[in-house]
């Protein structure tokens, strides 16, 4: 008898360290999600810099366009 209540008190002892254990793993993986989370929005917010400086190189790049060629406009109307 005293044999099998030491075994049942082993494996409380050892379902009692699994548990230990998940919960750990879930503490860190909750941890890292946050992480990785804010990580994230920072490279989000990078992206949408990004987006934004090359929409407006983009936009200067035609305006620039469209200046050149109004100037050669002016330089054909000069030459003919």
């Known amino acids: 008898m005293m044999m ?37 929005a920072v490279q989000e917010g990078k992206a949408a810099e990004l987006t934004d400086r090359i929409d407006r190189m983009e936009a200067n790049r035609e305006k620039a366009k469209q200046r050149i060629s109004a100037m050669l406009e002016k330089i054909e109307q000069i030459g003919t």
């Open 4 to 40: 099998h209540d030491t075994e049942d008190l082993d494996e409380f002892q050892l379902l009692e360290n699994k548990i230990d254990a998940l919960v750990d793993l879930v503490s860190r993986l909750r941890n890292e999600k946050a992480r990785l989370s804010e990580q994230l």
